[in-house]
């Protein structure tokens, strides 16, 4: 790697420290522009070279000149790909773009281009209207429906319950957090420290499994790790998950200032209040009193496991592993009293959701090369993946 290239990527890797506000605060007024801040900074790698393309999928040998271009309607390259065309240095490594997963299944990843993961957050939030308000997605809403009902009638026993269980095992509820060092810092009127707390008791480390600095330290390993071995699979997986978690973090944000249900321990009366469309002075005085539903932790979990399990379908581990965490984060959170069993289902869809379409448009599905015998032109377009 060129001494150029290894400072830039270390320096994106120092900038990224700056998105944890983005998913940690609830403070819209410092979030959002720490987020927006560290995605402008984060967007600068170049394009994938182009040195390669679909005639030798697999063989790792750039395709020669005359080689005839697949159907551009089934095999348009990914959102992702940039204008912008880097040359492979002589000596130098090519990036790696296609990936087997599975016999006849081949993904072709574009390297990130500059500021695209920026404009991805709006495409992601015009898309998902469109992606999942369908007739066929009727018996999954229903059921998100009835299941949401469900757990609202059944709110307090399951807390209690849950409570109980705690104080069966010697779990302790209470939230407790140890600072290990504080920066203040500021971008423009709004407070954006950098800070970094550890849990001080088991239910807290429990919690922290949704803290922002969790999700951050995966999608920093997952941006180092495709910088250093020029993984276009790897840098597309980090910012894939940037993506999903802060176009999942707006909708939750806007959800939780519309709802404005209070917090298990600030409830004044069976099940929480819910105070709509709160002001917005009101809301910042007093955040637990209104952000109970739907749940942003559990939604960013459910994001970040679909987008690395989507990327990585070969390590069927992924998922299991990622939903036992995601259930221990739950019952963490029934625990300590800041959510209520209800607030996860939606939570849990909108991260999945939003990390599906992250995934369809950070990648393409490479078509098998089929014999001309039969008339064939030897290109096979598949299916748009769904």
Do not use: C
């Not at 020669?64 to 551009?72: I, Q, V, Y």
């Not at 739950?330 to 607030?343: E, Q, R, T």
């Amino acid at each position: 790697m060129a001494p150029g290239e290894t400072g830039r990527g270390a320096s994106r890797l120092v900038i990224l420290v700056v998105l944890i506000k983005s998913i940690r605060s609830r403070h819209a007024g410092q979030w959002l522009p720490g987020a927006f801040w560290a995605l402008l900074l984060l967007g600068t790698a170049p394009a994938q070279a182009r040195g390669f393309t679909y005639g030798n999928i697999g063989a790792g040998h750039p395709a020669p000149a005359d080689t005839a271009a697949p159907p551009a309607a089934s095999l348009a390259l990914p959102a992702d790909s940039g204008k912008l065309k880097v040359k492979v240095k002589p000596g130098h490594r090519p990036w790696r773009t296609d990936y087997t997963v599975a016999p006849g299944t081949t993904w072709h990843y574009e390297r990130p281009g500059q500021l695209r993961w920026l404009l991805h957050i709006p495409r992601d939030l015009g898309q998902f209207p469109g992606t999942y308000f369908k007739r066929d997605n009727v018996p999954a809403f229903v059921a998100l429906a009835l299941g949401s009902a469900a757990l609202y009638a059944a709110d307090d026993q399951i807390i209690r319950g849950a409570q109980n269980f705690g104080r069966a095992v010697n779990l302790d509820r209470a939230d407790v957090q140890k600072n290990l060092f504080y920066i203040p810092l500021h971008i423009g009127s709004s407070k954006v420290p950098l800070e970094f707390k550890v849990p001080g008791n088991l239910n807290s480390a429990f919690y922290f499994l949704g803290d922002g600095w969790t999700h951050l330290s995966i999608a920093t390993s997952f941006l180092a790790y495709g910088i250093i071995k020029k993984d276009n699979r790897a840098s597309q997986t980090a910012t894939q998950l940037g993506e999903a978690i802060l176009s999942t973090g707006l909708v939750v944000q806007t959800l939780k200032r519309t709802t404005g249900r209070q917090s298990p321990f600030r409830a004044t009366q069976d099940r929480g209040r819910w105070f709509f469309l709160p002001s917005y002075g009101t809301y910042q005085g007093n955040v637990s009193n209104y952000d109970a539903f739907p749940t942003g932790h559990l939604a960013t979990a459910m994001a970040t496991v679909t987008v690395i399990a989507e990327n990585y379908p070969e390590h069927r581990y992924i998922r299991p592993v990622g939903y036992g965490l995601m259930g221990v984060l739950g019952y963490a959170m029934l625990n300590n009293g800041v959510h209520w069993a209800s607030d996860y289902p939606l939570g849990i869809a909108l991260g999945y959701g939003f990390a599906k379409i992250a995934v369809r448009n950070g990648r393409t599905r490479v078509p098998e090369p089929t014999g001309p015998a039969a008339g064939a032109t030897g290109w096979q377009a598949p299916p748009h993946p769904k």
